[in-house]
Nanobody, 131 residues
């Protein structure tokens, strides 16, 4: 069982930047992709970004392109989500996830189709964009 712990949520002003981090422990061996999802009040949880075990490939949702960046420190088994130029629509609980996946692109497409993952979730961290 994979355990995931997120850090870095909080209050940020519109146009500002924020970094989220997620550290995994347990069976996060080779082959586990890690990613970020978010859920705003009254909305379904949506895919934000994912990165492969090696960090060599990544996938971003359309709304994240150009504003968010996902990266990974494999030695620390920690994944980061750097958010910039945030707006009120980015207000949500952000969840880290890990799943044995060879292709983050397929993980994205499968989530779009099913709305579920077969791996593990973190506890979530609140991001609020407000002036």
């Amino acid at each position: 069982q994979v355990q995931l712990v997120e850090f870095g949520g909080g209050l940020v002003q519109p146009g500002g930047s924020l970094r989220l981090s997620c550290t995994g422990s347990g069976h996060t061996n080779s082959g586990y992709a890690m990613g970020w999802f978010r859920q705003a009040p009254g909305k379904e949880r949506e895919f934000v970004a994912a990165i492969s075990w090696s960090g060599g490939s990544s996938q971003l949702a359309d709304f994240a392109q150009g504003r968010f960046k996902i990266s990974k420190d494999t030695a620390k088994n920690t994944v980061y989500l750097d958010m910039k130029n945030v707006n009120s629509e980015d207000t949500a609980v952000y969840y880290c996830a890990a799943e044995p996946r060879g292709s983050v692109g397929l993980w994205y497409m499968d989530y779009q189709r099913t709305g579920t993952i077969s791996g593990s979730w973190g506890q979530g961290t609140q991001v609020t964009v407000s002036s």
